[in-house]
């Protein structure tokens, strides 16, 4: 897949072009989301992210944050931009791209939307609409510290070569939960986020292929 400038952008508009925002948001019984018998309590608290792609001239990265430390849910955690809905938000792409710009500074003229992912539900009760978006490089970043310790961009290849992705497990609440992790440097990304890249790249595969 030609992963450069003008090629990939057509992959990803030919791909999530017109995608709906997502209605469902139970778990699907595959690696990263929540074990087995388990759901959180309702109602659930609508969310948003940003999956922002920078297309460079000679290759294309994802933008990701890297939460701090004294946060109370997900501290420390690698993450995309975004956050719980607001009232004022008229819809999910509302609330991603106002939460990345509170959070980074990356302003919303900067993101071309192109669609969405799979309803994503987390262990901790949020119902994470994914959106993906376009960026183009020569940005600039205003991080708000109190959120934010680091923000960093992974190469798409990276993310897309099998022998960089692994399935663990561990213990919660007495289930075993399995989970994608990609470790990139000195970054561990998991979770919920590691879980919407590989929703991303299975579609993105799919859409490349027609």
Do not use: C
């Not at 009232?87 to 710009?101: F, N, W």
């Not at 497990?169 to 007495?174: F, K, P, S």
């Not at 992790?181 to 991303?200: C, E, K, N, S």
């Amino acid at each position: 897949m030609d992963l450069s400038g003008k090629n990939f952008s057509q992959i990803v508009r030919r791909t999530f072009g017109g995608s709906r925002a997502p209605e469902d948001f139970s778990p699907r019984q595959a690696v990263g989301d929540l074990p087995s018998g388990f759901l959180p309590q309702p109602p659930w608290k609508p969310a948003a992210v940003l999956l922002p792609l920078v297309v460079h001239p000679d290759m294309t990265t994802v933008l990701l944050t890297q939460r701090t430390e004294a946060l109370q849910e997900h501290a420390g955690q690698v993450s995309f931009p975004g956050g719980s809905r607001e009232a004022q938000d008229q819809d999910p792409v509302e609330t991603a791209l106002r939460e990345t710009e509170e959070e980074i500074g990356l302003k919303r003229s900067q993101v071309e939307v192109m669609g969405f992912l799979d309803g994503y539900l987390t262990i901790t009760g949020y119902a994470v609409s994914p959106v993906v978006g376009l960026v183009q490089p020569g940005f600039t970043l205003a991080v708000d510290p109190l959120e934010v310790a680091d923000v960093f961009e992974v190469p798409l290849g990276f993310l897309m070569d099998p022998l960089n992705r692994r399935v663990e497990q561990r213990e919660w609440a007495g289930h075993s939960v399995s989970y994608y992790l990609f470790i990139y440097g000195q970054h561990r990304i998991w979770g919920a986020t590691a879980a919407m890249l590989v929703d991303f790249l299975d579609k993105l595969g799919t859409g490349a292929d027609t």
